[in-house]
């Protein structure tokens, strides 16, 4: 069983930046790609952004390219989502994922998924 524990969410004004994190713990988890997804009030859950095991391979929506960020630190075994410019859309709750690749993640299908993280940004 794997477990994945996100932080980093919060109250953030319009234009502002915020960094995501995910920790995984639990079994070995040599080879999973991690991934991000969010979800907004009477929306379905969406695809943000997911990277490989090596971190060589990204996939992000449409949506948020060029402003959002996603990395990872294997030794630690945590990713990250960089968020830039910062928009009231934005606002959500975020949820981390980890999935035998980062394709499948990005069209959602996920092994593994974290409890999630409130992201509010205000006008």
Known sequence: QVQLVESGGGLVQAGGSLTLSCAASGRTFGGYAMGWFRQAPGNEREFVASISWS???????????????????????????????????????????????????????????GQGTQVTVSS
Do not use: H, M
């Not at 959500?92 to 998924?113: I, K, P, Q, T």
């Open 55 to 113: 971190g060589g391979s990204t996939y992000s929506a449409d949506s948020v390219k060029g402003r959002f960020t996603i990395s990872r630190d294997k030794a630690r075994n945590t990713e990250y989502l960089q968020i830039n410019s910062l928009k009231p859309e934005d606002t959500a709750v975020y949820y981390c994922a980890s999935g035998a690749n980062a394709y499948v993640l990005s069209v959602g299908r996920a092994d593994y998924w």
